[in-house]
């Protein structure tokens, strides 16, 4: 729908879109809830909630990417909790009101946080090309330096309510696991920041990639350590 011909998502010089991508989407989109079926008719309701808000987001009959507030909430929620629901819910194979229990929506809050704080970065360096479509993003919206500030805040947050969680379901070792991983998120942080406040020039798509890459890897880390002390445990 975006047809960005600047950088965009994985992709920093992307090709022309064309129709064959937009009924590829749907071909694809489709397969995935066929296999869902396997899983059973209720997860695969849970998933087409997630490909309608993929939809409601970028198609210009709803939009939601050009509403500054209501845009920004509903990917955290979506791509964060609403993601973990999905996934934990196809794990403990229960798809039911049960399933929301303090645990689960603490889990389904700090990921919300992490992608609240993360997904801005990914439209730090497109201002110029979203405000020329009628997209005020959140990142537009606060500026550079304020895309920043929001980001650190929120995972300062998450990873208070992270203590809290560790601390409650499981132990404080967890959660020192938990910082160690995270660790090199904050030093590439703090490093693309200084950067950036020397010169705005570093807001720019290949610092992005690179943030998302380092996330990427340490929460990888992060949750196998996770799951092979669990698994002993």
Request: charged share 15%; net charge positive.
């Given at each position: ?22 009924y ?6 489709s397969?995935g ?48 909790g ?9 794990a403990?194979?229960?798809?039911s009101?049960q ?7 603490l889990?389904?809050?700090i990921?919300t ?6 997904y ?31 980001a650190?805040v ?12 560790f ?11 938990f ?5 090199p ?5 703090t ?28 929460m ?14």
């Amino acid at each position: 729908m975006d047809k960005d011909e600047g950088s965009i998502g994985g992709l920093e010089k992307p090709p022309p879109v064309t129709k064959k991508l937009y009924y590829a989407s749907i071909i694809v989109d489709s397969i995935g809830l066929l296999f869902c079926l396997l899983a059973g008719w209720k997860l695969t309701l849970v998933l087409a909630g997630y490909v309608a808000f993929s939809k409601a987001y970028s198609w210009y009959g709803i939009r939601l990417k050009k509403y500054t507030y209501l845009g920004w909430i509903s990917v955290a929620f979506f791509q964060g909790g609403y993601t973990f629901l999905i996934g934990n819910m196809a794990a403990e194979n229960m798809v039911s009101l049960q399933w929301f229990t303090t645990k689960n929506l603490l889990c389904m809050l700090i990921a919300t946080l992490f992608i609240g704080a993360s997904y801005p970065f990914t439209q730090i360096y497109q201002h110029e090309e979203d405000s020329a479509r009628g997209d005020i993003t959140i990142s537009y919206k606060l500026g550079i330096i304020g895309t920043f500030v929001l980001a650190g805040v929120l995972f300062f947050l998450a990873a208070v309510i992270a203590w809290g969680y560790f601390v409650q379901y499981y132990n404080i070792s967890h959660f020192y696991v938990f910082l160690v991983c995270l660790s090199p998120i904050v030093v590439y942080y703090t490093y693309w920041l200084r950067k950036t406040l020397g010169n705005r020039k570093f807001a720019d798509y290949r610092h992005t990639m690179f943030m998302n890459k380092i996330s990427s890897i340490c929460m990888i880390i992060c949750f196998g350590i996770l799951m092979i002390i669990n698994y002993k445990g």
